[in-house]
């Protein structure tokens, strides 16, 4: 068999009840969501399992998925099932550092809380994101620089599915330029700020700030960058890399590319939702995808890979 990864989704595949049925049949991911709850001073059981408005706005919706993350990781390596490497989309990428066991759970969930208000904060109204299918990246790049405003690519998800970010305006202009450029479709995204945009790089500057007062880990199992695509193997540059990559593209088709290249061809996606394995699959047909959002899953997971 070759190489296994963990991935973990990023926000837009947060739901409720997301979690519950691992918080009621594991006491250690009960504990996780207790730990959570202390170290963001929410209510994450409430705020997981209960129907309510404030999931969807980012500053709750990042606490909560890193919470279920590390509930389902917990669950996961409790079965034997061990990565070879890991990586997230954008939030994702959070659980992929607890799964290289850099920062602890309650660092992490602490951070994750900062994180959230400080990208809120940092464009609390305006700003938009859409994605492009079947247009080429290169043709996507050069339209943005043309635009007015600022719109750039926030995410290289898969062959024939691109994420544009930035003003609202200067967004719109692009979606058009873009279908007069034989876009099959841009489609609005339902998101509370431009994210992975340089209007976010102040919410970077503050999160660095926060990583610097941590205390970092020697990485454990290798870990992948949004920003560089590439092995972290410094546990010193992750401080730096997070800064980067709230305002810069999250490259997950690379980084996927990257793994298969290195042997990996399981892939595990750690969290709500199917986005990162139908990624996976677009990008390379051949590797084997599994993704663990129900207690049941587990089960699945040990018959198929035993």
């Keep these: ?16 009840g997301m979690g519950k049925d691992f918080y009621e049949e594991f006491a250690e991911c009960k504990v996780i969501f207790q730990q959570a709850s202390k170290a963001s001073g929410l209510d994450i059981e409430a705020l997981c399992f209960e129907e309510n408005d404030i999931l969807n706005i980012t500053e709750y919706t990042q606490i909560a998925m890193v919470t279920v993350e590390a509930a389902i990781l917990w669950a996961v390596e409790n079965m034997g099932i061990h990565a070879d490497v890991t990586a997230g989309l954008s939030l994702g990428e959070y ?15 602490s951070l994750v809380r900062k994180r959230g208000i400080y990208m809120q904060e940092a464009v609390p109204f305006g700003g938009a994101m859409a994605a492009v299918l079947g247009l080429e990246a290169n043709v996507i790049e050069e339209i943005c620089t043309k635009c ?3 719109v750039q690519i926030a995410n290289y998800n898969c062959p024939g599915q691109i994420v544009i970010t930035g003003e609202e ?20 995204l339902n998101v509370s ?39 972290v193997t410094d546990k010193d540059l992750v401080p730096q890399l997070l800064r980067k ?4 593209p999250v490259r997950f088709w690379q980084t996927i590319e990257k793994m298969i290249e290195d042997g990996v061809d399981t892939f595990i996606e750690i969290g709500p939702g199917k986005t990162l394995t139908g990624f996976v699959k677009k990008i390379n047909r051949d590797v084997k995808t599994f993704n663990i959002e129900k207690v049941e899953d587990l089960k699945l997971l040990e018959e198929l890979l035993c």
């Design 1 to 16: 068999m070759g190489k296994k990864a963990f991935l973990f989704p990023g926000q837009g595949a947060q739901c409720t």
């Design 95 to 109: 659980g992929s550092i607890l799964a290289a066991n850099i920062l602890s759970r309650e660092d992490i969930f």
């Design 148 to 150: 007015e405003g600022v």
């Design 169 to 188: 305006k200067a967004v719109i202009q692009a979606c058009e330029d873009l279908k007069v450029a034989g876009a099959k479709r841009c489609i609005p």
């Design 193 to 231: 700020g431009p994210f992975h945009s340089s209007l976010l790089e102040g919410a970077g500057n503050k999160l660095k700030k926060e990583l610097d007062l941590l205390h970092l880990n020697q990485i454990q199992i290798p870990y992948i960058a949004n920003v560089t695509a590439d092995y």
């Design 245 to 248: 990559q709230v305002s810069s």
